[in-house]
């Protein structure tokens, strides 16, 4: 579903969304198809609610999104270095 129609069926709430079609360019993630995976009352529940999701299933690119925004401009990020326990044992 694309962000406009998403927009109409979900105003003004917070809402995790899972990219299934997305590109990246110059820096920025085109989301060009999107799925509802939850509503949420705030932002906080929303958050905890991608941390539940993301740890169920890391592959998948989700995203907590409040429909009140009209453009989504996502950032790509780009990570560097170790992830986990970066503590070393003598």
Do not use: C
């Not at 989700?62 to 003598?90: I, K, M, Y």
Request: proline content about 3%.
């Amino acid at each position: 579903m694309r962000w406009e129609k998403i927009r109409s069926q979900y105003p003004h709430q917070w809402l995790l969304v899972e990219a299934i079609k997305a590109r990246s360019e110059a820096g920025q993630r085109i989301l060009e198809e999107l799925t509802v995976v939850n509503v949420f009352p705030d932002a906080r529940l929303a958050l905890k609610g991608y941390i539940t999701f993301h740890r169920q299933s890391p592959q998948r690119e989700l995203l907590v999104l409040h429909t009140d925004t009209e453009t989504l401009q996502v950032t790509e990020q780009r990570w560097l270095g170790v992830r986990g326990d970066n503590s070393f044992e003598n």
